[in-house]
């Protein structure tokens, strides 16, 4: 029923276009591209425009008008998604505690290193809080020069990840961790929308003297905590309209055209409406350069920057002390986030990403970003979660950010620096809207009792044990951090998960009809979990034949906790008087397992399933036992 409701949410929410709809696109050339060599475009593919032509020069316009209507979806959707990330860059700057520009510098970097190397089309990269939050402490205590090395050596720990194939550690995160994640993300970008009712921070004030560490208690919630002052109550009603209008303009736009997306469409009626409506009748509300402008300049290495060459450190044991616990929870916090959402992208558009290839596009980003001078950062799962919802689903469109976020820091900042703040956060908020809303159902369905899911028709339920790992997830993340919440999630799913493991024993008890053999039958998993548990499943053996034949044919060993287990049921026996334990019909791998440490068990006698035949003797049919835990 779960997948169900996701399978109804992205219908509705995410409009993924398939091959078909591509085929159909590129069916309609235009009629003024009569006599080309090319009859259509594919989108996203820029080398079609390096392919040599047949028809002559003009050939060269026509086929790039072609391309350009073809992967227009893909390109305004990129920039869409790069106006988005302007004031989040600018913010989560004064949460590292560095200008704006180191930023700004990290999300073109990143986001043009994970489009050209990273796992997946259409995802986008930049600064990310998870990522400036670990940075406030390093940066205050010993300077910004640290905190490049230490992005460096973060983008270096996750290339390793990378080149040792180690992403598939993702698949332990179990279902209600990934609902939970989604659930949690979406209530923390929207409180941190709110940041915009608050009096932007000055350049080294950080934040109001309020400086956010990675496991601060209640930091999703930092817009009500930090000591900034609220806006005044009119311009916040300005903003409040700004939202309205962009939101308004999302939900109608497609319905008068398609010709921009949607979002891209609101920010530009609400920056419009702030110029030529709002200002002239004597009101304002706060636009991106009263954050700080984006005015930027192409970077040069750190050590060659005369910005930052006198405050680099030595190279030295010193030095790699300092940075390795920052560059090591950088690192992780970065992959985590960024493999999380990978999957759930993956999971959007029915597509299958690379994880290790994810996670070198994000290190050589990250490397590159400190070497740059950036702060570094990770996927926004939000920007994301925006492009492939506007249509942005190639790595055209997410390299078109990072050029276009380029483009903002050379040239193209006065007209950003125009763009109402309110607006972008409008924007955010459709994001919102892609959150796992619909696990609420579960949730209340989990917790109802039976008499009233039928009375309304509520089938929605799942283990309890699933519900309250997403609940921790969705708590802990809001309580501390997104990274500390998924950690959360999957301890406590391991811990589940081996305590039912354990509890799924059964011990069949057969007597041979002359009275001389006991044979008992394991079934389930033998670890550590069910130990316990299988000792306690012997009855009193004091009784028993004297000869004892227990068979794992349906059971598996799975650890040292299971080995040493036989030892103790062999042990337990033969303190009973037993004359013979022999223990048969064991895996192939549990035989194997077993073997490769003969040292330890030399009195067990242990066989392998294939080489035991059937005890005549022993008819399963009589005097059979069942104990069940």
């Known amino acids: 029923m779960v997948a169900q409701q996701m399978d109804v949410e992205v219908e509705v929410g995410l409009e993924v276009p398939t091959n078909n709809d591509t085929e159909k696109e590129e069916e309609q050339p235009d009629a003024d591209a009569k006599g080309s060599t090319i009859d259509e475009a594919i989108v996203g593919d820029v080398l079609c425009l390096c392919k040599p032509t047949m028809a002559g020069p003009s050939d060269v316009g026509s086929r790039l008008w072609t391309w350009m209507k073809a992967n227009k979806t893909q390109v305004l959707s990129g920039i869409t998604v790069a106006l988005a990330q302007v004031p989040e860059a600018v913010s989560f700057s004064f949460v590292a505690g560095v200008s704006p520009s180191v930023g700004l510098q990290s999300a073109w970097i990143l986001g043009l290193s994970t489009s050209w190397f990273g796992g997946r089309p259409g995802m986008v990269a930049g600064a990310t809080g998870a990522i400036a939050s670990v940075l406030p402490s390093l940066v205050a205590d010993h300077g910004v020069g640290y905190m490049f090395y230490a992005i460096m050596l973060a983008g270096l720990i996750q290339m390793l990840f990378s080149f040792l194939r180690l992403a598939s550690v993702v698949r332990i995160i179990p279902h209600p961790v990934m609902v939970g994640f989604c659930n949690g993300l979406g209530v923390v970008i929207g409180v941190a929308q709110f940041n915009i009712f608050k009096e932007p921070a000055e350049e080294g004030d950080h934040g109001g003297g309020h400086r956010r560490a990675l496991s601060e208690i209640g930091a999703a919630f930092d817009p009500f905590t930090n000591d900034r002052d609220w806006v005044s109550v009119e311009m916040g009603l300005w903003m409040t309209f700004h939202i309205a209008v962009t939101l308004l303009v999302y939900k109608l736009f497609p319905k008068i055209s398609d010709a921009i997306p949607s979002s891209l469409a609101?920010?530009?009626?609400?920056?419009?409406?702030?110029?030529?409506?709002?200002?002239?009748?004597?009101?304002?509300?706060?636009?991106?350069?009263?954050?700080?402008?984006?005015?930027?300049?192409?970077?040069?290495?750190?050590?060659?920057?005369?910005?930052?060459?006198?405050?680099?450190?030595?190279?030295?044991?010193?030095?790699?002390?300092?940075?390795?616990?920052?560059?090591?929870?950088?690192?992780?916090?970065?992959?985590?986030?960024?493999?999380?959402?990978?999957?759930?992208?993956?999971?959007?558009?029915?597509?299958?990403?690379?994880?290790?290839?994810?996670?070198?596009?994000?290190?050589?980003?990250?490397?590159l970003s400190g070497v740059f001078g950036g702060m570094g950062g990770c996927t926004t799962i939000g920007q994301s979660l925006m492009n492939i919802h506007n249509g942005g689903y190639t790595r055209l469109s997410s390299t078109a950010a990072g050029l276009f976020m380029l483009c903002i820091l050379l040239a193209a900042y006065p007209l950003i620096n125009l763009i109402p703040v309110a607006s972008l956060a409008g924007v955010m908020f459709v994001v919102i809207t892609l959150s796992e809303w619909s696990s609420f159902k579960v949730v209340v369905g989990t917790m109802l009792p039976r008499t009233y899911r039928d009375k309304y028709n509520l089938q929605?339920?799942?283990?309890?044990?699933?519900?309250?790992?997403?609940?921790?997830?969705?708590?802990?993340?809001?309580?501390?951090?997104?990274?500390?919440?998924?950690?959360?999630?999957?301890?406590?799913?391991?811990?589940?998960?081996?305590?039912?493991?354990?509890?799924?024993?059964?011990?069949?008890?057969?007597?041979?009809?002359?009275?001389?053999?006991?044979?008992?039958?394991?079934?389930?998993?033998?670890?550590?979990?069910?130990?316990?548990?299988?000792?306690?499943?012997?009855?009193?053996?004091?009784?028993?034949?004297?000869?004892?034949?227990?068979?794992?044919?349906?059971?598996?060993?799975?650890?040292?906790?299971?080995?040493?287990?036989?030892?103790?049921?062999?042990?337990?026996f033969d303190n009973a008087g037993a004359e013979s334990v022999k223990f048969e019909k064991l895996s192939v791998a549990s035989h194997t397992m077993i073997k490769k440490g003969d040292d330890l068990w030399e009195e067990l006698n242990v066989f392998e399933h294939t080489k035991i035949e059937e005890d005549p003797s022993v008819p399963n049919h009589l005097h059979v036992e069942n104990q069940n835990l």
């Open 460 to 572: 929605t339920k799942v283990n309890r044990s699933d519900v309250l790992i997403m609940l921790i997830v969705v708590a802990m993340t809001l309580v501390y951090d997104l990274a500390i919440g998924v950690a959360c999630g999957v301890v406590v799913s391991c811990f589940v998960y081996a305590w039912n493991a354990g509890t799924r024993l059964t011990l069949d008890r057969a007597v041979s009809l002359d009275g001389e053999t006991v044979v008992y039958t394991v079934n389930g998993p033998v670890f550590f979990g069910s130990i316990k548990p299988l000792m306690d499943l012997f009855p009193d053996i004091s009784k028993d034949p004297k000869k004892v034949i227990i068979l794992f044919e349906n059971a598996e060993i799975y650890d040292w906790s299971g080995m040493v287990a036989l030892k103790k049921i062999h042990e337990k």
């Open 266 to 367: 609101g920010i530009i009626v609400s920056t419009i409406l702030e110029h030529a409506f709002v200002r002239p009748i004597g009101y304002n509300s706060y636009t991106v350069e009263d954050l700080a402008s984006v005015a930027g300049e192409l970077p040069t290495p750190v050590w060659f920057d005369d910005e930052y060459e006198d405050l680099m450190p030595p190279l030295d044991g010193d030095t790699f002390s300092v940075i390795l616990p920052t560059a090591i929870t950088a690192a992780a916090i970065g992959l985590l986030e960024s493999l999380l959402t990978l999957e759930i992208i993956d999971e959007l558009t029915n597509t299958k990403g690379s994880g290790n290839m994810e996670a070198f596009g994000q290190g050589l980003g990250q490397f």
